[in-house]
């Protein structure tokens, strides 16, 4: 039996470069779109745990609301921004002292012995309340085609009863 060669075989050179390319695109965009909405949900669920360390530690030590505060610092775990997420920054997070009422107390303490002297003469000007809240913070995807996903990132904020506030004296 003799075979036939024909002159005019199908071009299928590249077929399957054409194939995994648009298999890629599709697998790739899935990918980090997962990614994406990960990344998303780590922060609206981070943000309620900064608010909460920094109360914490505000509650029991004396601090300022400077960037540099030990409160903030400790919140972010340590750094300058939370870890995978460089939305959130010690910028964002805002600490307040209150009077049992919710208002900022007027005079305003300058230390903790100070406000021990204050709550001495009275519940007025005696820092109560901590709250700590989370202001200012929008959700930036690392991926530049989920630019819809850039959202603001939820308010949290967090009040806790002031304890010692660094008090030793």
Request: aromatic fraction near 10%; glycine fraction near 8%; hydrophobic fraction near 50%.
């Amino acid at each position: 039996m003799m075979k036939i060669y024909s002159k005019h075989k199908p071009q299928q050179r590249g077929a399957a470069a054409v194939e995994f390319a648009i298999i890629a695109l599709l697998l790739f965009t899935l990918l980090f779109g997962i990614i994406e909405f990960g990344r998303l949900f780590y922060l609206y669920n981070s943000v309620q745990e900064v608010t909460r360390h920094a109360a914490r530690e505000a509650v029991v030590r004396w601090v300022d609301n400077s960037n540099t505060s030990p409160a903030k610092v400790m919140a972010l775990f340590g750094g300058a921004s939370l870890p995978a997420g460089a939305e959130i920054t010690a910028s964002n997070i805002n600490i307040e002292y209150l009077t049992a009422s919710g208002a900022v107390p007027s005079p305003f303490p300058a230390s903790a012995a100070d406000n021990i002297a204050a709550c001495l003469s009275g519940p007025a000007g005696c820092i109560a309340l901590v709250r700590v809240s989370i202001i200012n913070a929008s959700y930036v995807p690392m991926v530049g085609l989920f630019t819809f996903l850039a959202v603001p990132i939820p308010a949290s904020t967090v009040t806790m009863p002031a304890e010692s506030l660094g008090y030793t004296g």
